[in-house]
């Protein structure tokens, strides 16, 4: 009886369950994703945090060269306090995206810079993995055959073939699942730090912004008007202009 070649697919027995493989495969990915996105979003927040300060210097500035300025002296009273408001308010953001740079941008990055080596030992263990499910599925398929001389050997060739990949894979996946949960359990103690210097950092910035705002409120409210009163007050002064000729519809 002549051998007839037979295509190799997957094997019957499982190696791995499904449920594990899934598992597995959602909590590496998942914890990958998330302190990308981490890293990402905080660069994103420290960016605006930036952006707007610089922006309330400038109107400020603008502000503050306004001609109205030589011409009020209350006026120019008030948009130098502002300025000074916001410079400081600007060297303060400063020192505090600073400091998230130093706890928590940076740690983040530092993190995000083990995947490519546990992208790599994942990819070892996947491809260890589907050597075993092809070599498993060949000694089955030997397995069903008739046993006859020539494929009695071919079996003992497969399983001999089957024996150091179905070891090599049994280490991978064993060094895997006993270190992937120390590393993803690790996180917590690695990141605790960084979010603890973060709400820190955001305490002392509104601390001291909150003194800023105060002393500039107390600096230009002279007429201590309501929001409401002060609204107002202002459409009352736009009726006004309004009233003008220059200004009216025709």
Same mark, same amino acid.
């Given at each position: 009886?002549?051998?007839?070649?037979?295509?190799?697919?997957?094997?019957?027995?499982?190696?791995?369950?499904?449920?594990?493989?899934?598992?597995?495969?959602?909590?590496?990915?998942?914890?990958?994703?998330?302190?990308?996105?981490?890293?990402?979003?905080?660069?994103?927040? *420290?960016? #605006?945090?930036?952006?707007?300060?610089?922006?309330?210097?400038?109107?400020?500035?603008?502000?503050?060269?306004?001609?109205?300025?030589?011409?009020?002296?209350?006026?120019?009273?008030?948009?130098?306090?502002?300025? *000074? #408001?916001?410079?400081?308010?600007?060297?303060?953001?400063?020192?505090?995206?600073?400091?998230?740079?130093?706890? !928590?941008?940076?740690?983040?990055?530092?993190?995000?810079? !083990?995947?490519?080596?546990?992208?790599?030992?994942?990819?070892?263990?996947?491809?260890?993995?589907?050597?075993?499910?092809?070599?498993?599925?060949? !000694?089955?398929?030997?397995?069903?055959?008739?046993?006859?001389?020539?494929?009695?050997?071919?079996?003992?060739?497969?399983?001999?073939?089957?024996?150091?990949?179905?070891?090599?894979?049994?280490?991978?996946?064993?060094?895997?699942?006993?270190?992937?949960?120390?590393?993803?359990?690790?996180?917590?103690?690695?990141?605790?730090?960084?979010?603890? #210097?973060?709400?820190?950092?955001?305490?002392?910035?509104?601390?001291?912004?909150?003194?800023?705002?105060?002393?500039? *409120?107390?600096?230009?409210?002279?007429?201590?008007? *309501?929001?409401?009163?002060?609204?107002?007050?202002?459409?009352?002064?736009?009726?006004?202009?309004?009233?003008?000729?220059?200004? #009216?519809?025709?």
């Amino acid at each position: 009886m002549s051998w007839i070649p037979f295509k190799i697919g997957q094997p019957k027995k499982q190696i791995v369950s499904k449920t594990v493989e899934r598992d597995f495969e959602r909590e590496y990915e998942k914890l990958e994703d998330q302190t990308k996105k981490l890293h990402k979003d905080m660069k994103k927040s *420290t960016e #605006a945090d930036i952006a707007m300060s610089k922006a309330a210097v400038k109107i400020s500035g603008d502000l503050l060269s306004n001609p109205l300025c030589e011409q009020d002296q209350a006026f120019l009273e008030s948009m130098m306090a502002l300025d *000074t #408001a916001m410079k400081r308010m600007d060297a303060f953001n400063q020192e505090k995206v600073s400091q998230i740079q130093k706890t !928590v941008i940076d740690p983040l990055k530092k993190y995000s810079s !083990v995947f490519p080596s546990l992208n790599m030992a994942v990819k070892r263990r996947e491809q260890a993995l589907q050597d075993y499910k092809r070599l498993q599925a060949k !000694v089955e398929k030997y397995e069903e055959k008739e046993k006859t001389g020539p494929i009695m050997v071919k079996l003992h060739q497969a399983r001999e073939e089957l024996r150091p990949v179905r070891e090599d894979f049994e280490a991978k996946n064993k060094q895997l699942l006993e270190e992937m949960p120390k590393f993803y359990n690790s996180r917590i103690d690695y990141f605790q730090p960084s979010f603890e #210097a973060l709400i820190r950092a955001q305490v002392v910035y509104f601390t001291e912004m909150h003194k800023i705002f105060s002393e500039l *409120t107390d600096q230009i409210d002279q007429g201590g008007l *309501t929001d409401e009163e002060r609204e107002q007050q202002n459409e009352t002064k736009l009726n006004e202009l309004r009233a003008l000729s220059i200004v #009216a519809d025709d």
